[in-house]
């Protein structure tokens, strides 16, 4: 029996994110996981009363995100895998620990985007705190767009 039985892929459609779903689908393919797909659009820039996102109505955005997740999963389908969606609004630091505990996962998968020093600055100190918030194992993917045209089991 795996190590690994119940896997949350973390989607938002970047080129992290679609690194993240194909790394994490060839591991549930391979383990016979079951897999869950979460998609969750930030409230961040509303809670802050930003103008900008204040004259684009939410209902947009969160459409916007759910079809970004819908073709997560029909990605998944054509390699012949079967996931559940999930959308969530609200911060992804705060979703993922949340699904992942109510799901019983025992992986996270996310995709990783490389900064340069002067952003991390900027951002201040973030790097452990999807760690420091889950119980189960976390899978950080880094790397370039891939294809999805590839058969099972070849590299993306």
Not at 76 to 91: E, K, Q, S, W
Not at 113 to 124: C, N, Q
Request: charged residues 20%; hydrophobic residues 45%; contains cysteine.
């Amino acid at each position: 029996m795996s190590a690994f039985n119940c896997i949350l892929l973390c989607y938002d459609g970047s080129r992290e994110g679609q690194h993240a779903l194909a790394d994490g689908a060839r591991l549930a393919q391979e383990l016979g996981a079951q897999l869950h797909v979460l998609s969750v659009i930030s409230d961040a820039a509303w809670v802050q009363g930003a103008e900008v996102m204040s004259a684009v109505p939410v209902d947009i955005v969160s459409d916007s995100v759910k079809e970004v997740l819908e073709e997560g999963l029909q990605k998944l389908a054509m390699r012949g895998i079967n996931a559940t969606g999930h959308f969530a609004v609200g911060d992804p630091l705060d979703k993922i620990p949340f699904f992942a505990k109510n799901l019983n996962v025992d992986l996270v998968v996310v995709g990783h985007r490389r900064t340069s020093g002067l952003a991390r600055w900027w951002a201040g100190k973030t790097d452990g705190l999807l760690l420091d918030r889950v119980t189960c194992s976390v899978l950080v993917t880094m790397g370039p767009a891939v294809s999805y045209d590839a058969p099972t089991g070849a590299p993306g």
